[in-house]
């Protein structure tokens, strides 16, 4: 049902792979009004990409974190969600951890996304219900996540300073290995490949493009995806925010972990008086 959609995305994520590794080491950051670096690598993938998009589903709207969002998109169903370069500030410190995202929802859900790996060439995609494959080295296999440990977890963290709230959450789950890394694409393909168990984002920070591709490749492999209330992630929304955040897991992990760290969050909201 989604093979034009899967090669297209594919395709692109690759193309704008190949134009922003001229700009690895050798771009100046610019910031934007939220605070957040963007480079020419940035818009350069970010061109390529949505002209790709328009030109292969014209009916269908775009929303990317590099263009100018329009309240038309509303009244699409099927909407394409774009993270050209998601880690820029990985990018900018050439550690790898980086990566081009499109995702496609439909009807508010996640319904294909690739997530391609510049540095390294990797590729993995997925589609509601066809699963889920990574492609390295010209050698393509299906991506199948291994079950959670019934032991300890591991958790794949960020690079920036901790949060409160995720410290917290951590002590009460008995996590003790921790791993940092930059795109939330690369921390999810982390879990798909089974070096972690656990990601968590318990602040509204995360938006639909950070979120919608690694869904999907992470979901077809097997794995759980949430928000911090134990809720489906949803897109298309008037502000692109994700504002529980997200729970990322590999099989058989998700009870347990809500179990735990949801009374934490709901406490933390109604503190803040949310």
């Avoid at 610019?30 to 990409?49: Q, W």
């Avoid at 077809?220 to 008037?238: F, I, M, S, T």
């Avoid at 504002?243 to 897991?249: N, R």
């Amino acid at each position: 049902m989604f093979a034009p959609e899967l090669e297209t995305v594919a395709r692109l994520a690759r193309e704008a792979g190949r134009a922003v590794l001229p700009f690895y080491g050798a771009v100046e950051a610019e910031y934007n009004a939220a605070g957040s670096p963007v480079t020419a690598a940035d818009r350069a993938a970010n061109e390529l990409i949505v002209a790709g998009l328009r030109a292969a589903f014209p009916d269908d709207a775009i929303l990317s974190e590099e263009s100018q969002d329009s309240p038309e998109r509303l009244e699409a169903n099927r909407v394409w969600i774009v993270d050209p370069l998601d880690g820029t500030k990985e990018f900018l410190a050439r550690n790898g951890e980086f990566a081009i995202m499109i995702g496609l929802a439909i009807d508010g859900g996640a319904a294909v996304g690739a997530v391609y790996l510049p540095d390294g060439d990797v590729l993995y995609a997925a589609a509601r219900g066809l699963g889920a494959w990574v492609e390295r080295s010209g050698e393509r296999r299906r991506l199948e996540c291994g079950p959670a440990p019934g032991s300890a977890l591991r958790l794949v963290g960020s690079r920036s300073h901790a949060d409160p709230l995720l410290l917290a959450m951590q002590e009460a789950l008995g996590i003790t290995d921790v791993a940092p890394c930059g795109s939330v694409g690369v921390k999810c393909s982390r879990i798909v490949e089974g070096e972690r168990d656990l990601y968590i984002h318990p602040v509204p920070y995360l938006k639909e493009w950070d979120t919608c591709a690694p869904e999907v490749v992470l979901r077809e492999a097997g794995g759980q995806v949430v928000d911090c209330r134990g809720e489906p992630l949803r897109y298309n929304k008037p502000s692109p925010v994700q504002p529980h955040g997200i729970v990322a897991c590999a099989p058989g992990a998700r009870e347990r972990v809500l179990a735990t760290i949801r009374p934490i969050y709901e406490a933390a909201g109604a503190r803040a008086g949310n």
